[in-house]
């Protein structure tokens, strides 16, 4: 600083202190100031800061087994400048106090989670007043949904290597805070807010233009605290606050009425309304008066290059407090550290940008001398401001926990499995299916629910109330009980084959064996039914109940053409299932076999070892199908020309042989064009 610099800055602080006095006792002091002009000018002009006083109103309230939340009030006596957050020690048990956070920001609230149950956590808080810090824009993407970008990364490390020192950052999703919220500042602002950094949102006020109205504004204030604040990131991890940017600096009337006015409404929006801690204006150039006190702080210099502070701080800044002001110059090649240094005497925040010299986006960078200026900041907070003494102490103990178990049955007294769960304050926290147990806090009030599943319906609990939702507060390991009605509403599930193409020579259509079943949910047995579009087809049932299902086995000739086969079954409560398919029959050119198509008699008959005529049981098949059976001697009218299959059974002692032309073939090929009769000869043992 030159000597006429010192002389300046010296006539200015003689006139700021002494301007309350008569004009000639600041004549004479103005004069003093002149001949004693060895002072140091930057002792000269600090303001005296102080501690603050302790928060006030400190509370703990357990809000679950695992979670203590605590709420406090801001100091009455900030010391002279903005809180930059707050220190939370805590004790657990009797153990020793231990730091829980360094620094929150500027949040008035803490949520303590991961905690024991049925544990004592005792806790104190501190004010934190660093005065000086940095305040600057980072409109760099933030990285993604669980990492930090480089620029991000830094400003973390900085805020975690210097916890006293404040950080004050505006973000920039998308000209403001976007339409939707987006995964890597959901993830990065709580991460900056979780070290102390305060994190304000970007909004341009556009107040030359014309173009924002106070309504626009203001619903911009409400999208950011919808979409990153604490309601939608939790307690202490949202944004701390608004930038407006863009900001008017003449006191006159604009677009949305008086300039001042406007903006100190927009700040009571951002505070009142909507909770948020702070607020910054950014015109960018110098301002009026009159604007000090429509936001919380003022950025007063956003251009090419570092000002020279004595001529932008002019006579009326040196009447309020320097929390008031900042300057964020960019495309500045090199660092004035001393200009940093200077900077104490009139403001407590300063960013300085070395990108955007060649033109490009200088804010979508963090600057290479942010670390730097972190140190000169950090260095002159050790001579001013620092931590309150702590709050008085405020204990808490978390719930224990007990076993919550739940379980279901049938109107037939059977244990199901059915689904189940517990919410807490209208959240499902678990859930899963009965018996179920679940961990929840003694003394504490949750919904236990139980769910519907097909045929069981929710009737009663076992206490006999009927809401499947139901309140439930336990201090001991508890079983309760779900009871369900069956009422079936599900029609029973028809299988039928898949559709049967065949071919045949005879004109009058030829044999068709089918199985069909039928599966309930409930009844069981139950035996399906089917019919056909044609009255001259008879379905014959061959056999029910096969094997472990409930099916049915059909014989019919099915003629010429397609025929539409349908198959129904009915349960007990009157539920009906249905499904067809089709028989497709075509006819079949095989030489002479059209013209021939007689029908003739084939006879099976059975002799033993010892020449005895023995009733035994044989089956009859086409294309692989089994059209009829019997005891022998068993007479069957088939195809003259047509190959059929003959099966000859075994029973107990008889054991089939051989035929009467010495073919051992069981079942054995027969084609036939008259009437013929077969022997099986069996061996008796």
């Known amino acids: 600083m030159s000597p006429c610099s010192n002389l300046k800055s010296i006539l200015k602080l003689a006139i700021k202190d002494y301007s309350k006095i008569s004009f000639g006792i600041v004549s004479l002091v103005f004069l003093s100031a002149i001949v004693f002009s060895v002072f140091p000018v930057e002792s000269a002009q600090a303001q005296t800061t102080t501690t603050p006083d302790e928060p006030t109103g400190l509370t703990a309230t357990a809000a679950s087994s695992s979670k203590i939340v605590l709420t406090w009030n801001a100091p009455i006596d900030n010391g002279g400048y903005w809180i930059t957050g707050y220190h939370i020690e805590r004790q657990v048990d009797s153990g020793p106090w231990s730091t829980l956070i360094a620094n929150t920001g500027a949040s008035t609230s803490y949520t303590d989670s991961g905690l024991t149950p049925d544990t004592t956590y005792t806790y104190r808080v501190s004010a934190l007043n660093g005065v000086y810090g940095i305040s600057g824009a980072l409109y760099a993407d933030p990285g993604s949904d669980n990492s930090l970008s480089e620029s991000w990364q830094r400003v973390y490390d900085a805020q975690v290597a210097y916890p006293e020192i404040s950080l004050v950052i505006t973000v920039n999703p998308d000209s403001g805070p976007g339409s939707l919220p987006r995964s890597d500042f959901e993830y990065a602002i709580p991460t900056l807010r979780s070290v102390g950094v305060t994190v304000l949102g970007y909004i341009s006020t556009d107040w030359n233009k014309g173009a924002k109205t106070d309504a626009e504004v203001k619903s911009e204030i409400d999208d950011w605290v919808s979409m990153y604040g604490d309601g939608a990131l939790g307690a202490g991890k949202g944004i701390s606050g608004i930038m407006f940017d863009e900001m008017a600096n003449k006191d006159e009337i604009g677009y949305n009425g008086d300039n001042v006015q406007w903006y100190t409404g927009l700040t009571d929006h951002a505070k009142n309304i909507n909770g948020l801690a702070h607020t910054t204006g950014n015109p960018g150039t110098n301002t009026k008066e009159v604007f000090i006190g429509s936001v919380d702080q003022i950025r007063v210099h956003e251009n090419i290059g570092t000002p020279d502070l004595d001529d932008l701080f002019d006579d009326w800044k040196l009447n309020y407090p320097i929390s008031n002001f900042v300057i964020i110059p960019h495309s500045t090649p090199i660092l004035d550290e001393d200009l940093v240094m200077n900077s104490h005497q009139y403001m407590t925040h300063i960013y300085i940008q070395d990108d955007g010299a060649d033109g490009s986006n200088h804010w979508d960078t963090l600057s290479s001398f942010f670390e730097r200026i972190v140190e000169i900041q950090d260095e002159a907070n050790n001579n001013s401001g620092g931590a309150s003494v702590p709050t008085n102490e405020v204990s808490e103990t978390t719930p224990p926990t007990v076993s919550l178990t739940i379980q279901a049955i049938d109107s037939n007294g059977d244990p199901i499995g059915m689904w189940s769960g517990i919410k807490l304050d209208g959240t499902t926290i678990d859930s899963g299916n009965t018996p179920k147990s679940f961990q ?217 042989d051989h035929w009467e032309d010495g073919s051992t073939d069981n079942p054995r090929m027969i084609s036939i064009d008259a009437d013929k009769t077969f022997t099986a000869f069996y061996n008796a043992s």
Not at 475 to 496: G, K, L
């Open 440 to 656: 929840i806090d003694s003394g504490t009030e949750y919904t236990a629910f139980a769910g519907n599943f097909e045929q069981y319906i929710f009737d009663y609990w076992e206490d006999s109330s009927t809401d499947s939702d139901r309140l439930i507060t336990i201090t001991e390991d508890t079983t309760i009980t779900a009871y369900y009605q069956i009422i079936d509403t599900t029609a029973p599930i028809i299988t039928v084959p898949s559709d049967i193409f065949t071919e045949t020579s005879s004109y009058s259509g030829t044999e068709i064996i089918f199985t069909v079943s039928a599966e309930d949910n409930v009844d069981d047995p139950i035996t399906p039914t089917c019919d056909q579009n044609s009255a001259n087809i008879i379905l014959t049932n061959l056999q029910t109940n096969i094997g472990t299902t409930d099916a049915k086995t059909l014989y019919a000739i099915f003629p010429l053409g397609s025929t539409l086969v349908m198959c129904s079954a009915t349960d007990s409560s009157g539920n009906t299932g249905l499904a067809a398919f089709t028989v497709t029959v075509d006819l079949s050119l095989q030489g002479d076999a059209l013209t021939s198509n007689t029908e003739i008699n084939l006879t099976i008959q059975a002799i033993d070892s010892n020449g005895d005529v023995r009733s035994l049981w044989n089956v009859l098949y086409l294309d692989g199908n089994q059209i009829d059976e019997g005891f022998t001697p068993e007479s069957y009218q088939i195809t003259s020309g047509v190959e059929y299959s003959v099966f000859a059974a075994n029973y107990k002692q008889y054991t089939f």
